[in-house]
């Protein structure tokens, strides 16, 4: 089984960014706006903040209970949009189920969503490219290939599907909530991919007797379970059935990070 590292890319995608802002001599700038203590968040922002200052970026976190109002986080966002010194601003996802995800990201001007879920964006989501690049770096064939893509939210499936089919992939959207995990139809769904890409936030969901032989698997979510970090497959018993797998931890989280910092550092340029 080949294991689907994301540090190595990460770390030549990290030389360039420090070689670009050497050239052009300037100092990216980015905001982070986080929402509850969602622990998966907590672990996100951690990296992106350590990361960001390794690099020599501006790093601004705003925390806030998750009892705070849209309102007031629309009047930080537009505040930061005027803010010369931030280039880059994310509000940390998910959101407490008060709050309205989509709303709240339209807040944000387009040149400064370096996560890439406003309609008007020009950025690609991280999370996107990290996603591509780990399948293409590892040289794994997207054309004419089943993929199914099991997740929470259409905001991170939907602009992904979009992307895989462009690659002439054939794609499957299945949402965790509209399906019982024990359907027919849900199983039959996994079990005919070729390429499935999870993010639903389950530790250890995915079991092998769920999956293709010879299968590859993208894990994306993550978990604390005994102090440990998993994600949302079962590693020891896929890795007996699939051909690939990304690990948590070591696998897209990393390379979603440095995609995140390229990110910053072109709406710094621009």
Known sequence: MKLLLGEPIAEKIYQEIKEEMARFKIKPGLAVIMVGKNEASQVYVGLKEKTAKRLGFTFKKFLFSSKISEKKIIKLIKSLNKNKKIHGLIVQLPLPKNLHPLKIIRSILPEKDIDGFHPKTKFISPIHQ??????????????????????????????????????????????????????????????????????????????????????????IGYSRVKKKAVGDVDFESCAQKVSALSPVPGGVGPLTVAYLMRNVLKAAKN
Request: hydrophobic letters at 45%; a positive charge; one cysteine or more.
């Open 130 to 219: 990290a996603i591509l690049k780990l399948l293409s770096f590892y040289k794994i064939k997207i054309k004419n290939k089943k993929i199914a893509i099991l997740a929470n939210s259409l905001i991170f499936a939907q602009p992904l599907a979009r992307m895989l089919r462009n690659k002439g992939a054939k794609v499957k959207i299945i949402l965790k909530n509209n399906y019982s995990p024990y359907s027919p139809e849900y199983r039959k769904c996994l079990k005919r991919a070729d390429i499935l890409i999870i993010a639903i936030g389950k530790p250890k969901f995915l079991k092998k007797e769920m999956v293709k032989n010879k299968a590859v698997i993208v894990d």
